[in-house]
């Protein structure tokens, strides 16, 4: 069984960094194909895609936030890590990490497992 | 703005059909990359619904399908119950942008 959790600060204040773990278990970052990736949903609003790491340390980043994203993994610690740099208030959301494929199947691109998601606000 | 063009609200009574529609283009359904489907209840976390255009995980009911045509795809919801009051989303791939894109969410209300 298949799960994830994120962990981090509630509340950040405007210009700092963020740092966000994705704990999982149930899968290993060192498979083929395997990947984990963020997602986030600002208040009241549509899911915003992030980034992506792969078991072979492939990361993909959003085009617009990709001076400002980093993603890591520790395989022995089954921990995928974000690093956001320079919050603002519009970055207030919900953080979600999901168990992503890249295999030749239907699932490929899809995100079919998520963690709960933690709440993230900026402000002073 | 998204990627992916959903109409944000959609209703139907119980026992009734619904469909909800994505549009892209052909650098994402249109390229043939495939189009996924989340369940988000109120308060919880997105689940997967369909994917693969077509495809259910195990545990989702039948009443859920999924189909594509170009660059459109669409999401059926047969014999509406009211657990069903959700947003659902679509999403696929854009080779374009390089980039995981989801439509904008579509609001089902189940009167």
């Not at chain 1, 168990?99 to 963690?115: C, E, Q």
């Not at chain 2, 994402?28 to 259910?56: C, E, M, S």
């Amino acid at each position: 069984q298949i799960t994830l959790k994120e962990s981090g600060p509630t509340l950040v204040k405007p210009t700092q960094t963020l740092t966000l773990t994705c704990t999982f278990s149930g899968f290993s970052l060192t498979t083929n194909g395997v990947g984990v990736g963020w997602i986030r949903q600002s208040p009241g609003k549509a899911l915003e895609w992030l980034t992506i790491i792969y078991w072979d340390d492939d990361k993909r980043y959003r085009s617009s936030l990709k001076t400002r994203l980093t993603i890591t993994k520790d395989t022995s610690k089954n921990q995928v890590v974000l690093i956001m740099t320079n919050m603002d208030p519009v970055d207030t959301g919900t953080y979600y990490c999901a168990h992503s494929l890249t295999t030749f199947t239907a699932l490929r691109n899809a995100f079919d497992i998520w963690g709960q998601g933690t709440m993230v606000t900026v402000s002073s | 703005q998204s990627v992916l063009t959903q109409a944000p609200s959609v209703s139907g009574a119980p026992g009734q059909r619904v469909t909800i529609s994505c549009t892209g283009n052909s650098s994402n359904i249109g390229a043939g990359f495939g189009v996924h489907w989340y369940q988000q209840l109120p308060g919880t976390a997105p689940k997967l619904l369909i994917y693969g255009d077509n495809n259910r995980p195990s545990g989702v009911p039948d009443r859920f399908s999924g189909s594509k045509s170009g660059t459109s795809a669409s999401l059926g919801i047969t014999g509406l119950q009211a657990d069903d009051e959700a947003h659902y989303y679509c999403q696929s791939y854009d080779s374009s942008l390089r980039a995981w894109v989801f439509g904008g969410g579509t609001e089902l209300t189940v009167l």
